[in-house]
């Protein structure tokens, strides 16, 4: 019995030492097991040398405004795709950084435009921003802009409010930098010179110089209105109605048959909404109204005829063209992307204007190594203000000679610099009428 208590101790005491020896061992190395997930997260040669892996470590985010939603979708459509392009050109890098676009959709509303700016720049982290379509969103949006100190870069607002905000301080709104589209009091003239010439001229003959006014509700569609009130009186011309209605309105029948009992010789007005603007057109031509329409903005969407048919002959409108090779080559690409026919008063101005912003991006880096708000907006005061930095066809514009804004936040208007021709439609083509060294036909009146 005592040896077999002795041989159970011996036992339990082996037992103890061979374990002892066994955790002092290192274990066996296990190959790890590789998932999916992580194989398809693990870096390439590429990816962990060079720039490419310095710029996927910085990011300058920038907001990009548009009517993605909403009557003015299809400008946000041009929009998105010229911005793309442009940003595709640069493959979304500047230096070390790489550039990501976050898309706010104004929905052509002040209100919604403005909640989404903000979140943008709270949630969504933007940094500067680019581009914008309807006033009334422009002079809503300052005030997000001025808050947060984020500089944005040539919204097309046109309306005089914005440079009167601008002017009253800088300091405050000037970052709301430059505008893609001037005061529409610098481009209406336009017409009214193209008229006058015409009835020097003896081209048009209108019984009496009688007009009416009309457009969306809007501060771009009172600006236009007003301004080319006031330009048709300085000449002479009875502003005998005036009519503004709703962005969203499509029906015009009542307002038409006014106009058409008034027996006015002009009538003269815009809309940004293609929807609302070619109704117009088109119940014009169905009540049978003679007078001579100003349409502008008729041509902003590339499908304008598909839209009014033969109702948009004779119509004026202000519309640039795709005059050169390199211009003519985007709308091409621009089709091919999109399927879209561009306009170059939205796809065209876009791109340009995206292509400038570019310029300062590039500017601002190569001036500080750093891309941030603040370096943005300097390069903004000290340079694009100025005029020392400018964007022309020489950095590949293809709507207009040469984007100047040393009188900010308007662009320089006038000959080799901004500047519109007038058009008169006819049966899908745009005829130009004015001015006289590119005019293709004389001024025709509604039978």
Known sequence: MKFKKFGLIV???????????????????????????????????EETTGEEAVAGDKVFKIGILGPFTGPSARTGDEFRTSAEMALENINYTIGDYKIEPVWIDSQSDPEKSTRAYEEAIVQGGIQAGVLNWHSSVAVAVMEVTAKHKIP????????????????????????????????????????????????AAGTWSPEAKTAAIYGEDTDWGRSFGEGIASQLEAVGWEIVD??????????????????????????????TAPPSLSAFIKQADEVGLKALIIADGLGWVGEWYDLTGSASNFVLDQIPGWTTEESLKFAEDFKAKSGLDPSPSSGGL???????????????????????????????????????LTFGTEDGAIVMSKYDFSNPPDPVVGKGFYTFPVLQYMDGDSITIW????QEADIQAKP
């Open 350 to 388: 876009a791109y340009d204007g995206t292509n400038f912003f570019i310029k300062v991006l590039q500017t601002t880096y190569d001036d500080f190594g750093e891309l941030s708000s603040e370096n943005v907006y300097k390069t903004v005061q000290d340079k694009v203000w100025t005029g020392e």
């Open 435 to 438: 001015p006289p060294e590119f």
């Open 152 to 199: 944005h870069f040539f919204g097309f607002g046109a309306t005089e409010v914005v440079n009167e905000k601008f002017d009253s301080d800088q300091a405050t709104y000037g970052y709301w930098a430059v505008k893609g589209w001037p005061t529409p009091d610098k481009l209406s003239q336009n017409y009214v010179t193209a008229l006058e010439d015409a009835i």
């Open 11 to 45: 036992l339990l005491v082996v037992l103890s030492l061979l374990l002892a020896q066994c955790a002092t061992q290192p274990a066996a190395p296990q190959e790890p097991q590789q998932t999916e997930e992580s194989a398809a997260v693990e870096p390439t040669a």
């Open 242 to 271: 005036r009519q503004y209605f709703p962005i969203e309105q499509t029906e015009f029948y009542p307002l038409l048959n006014k106009f058409k009992d008034q027996n006015v010789a002009l009538v003269a007005g815009t809309s």
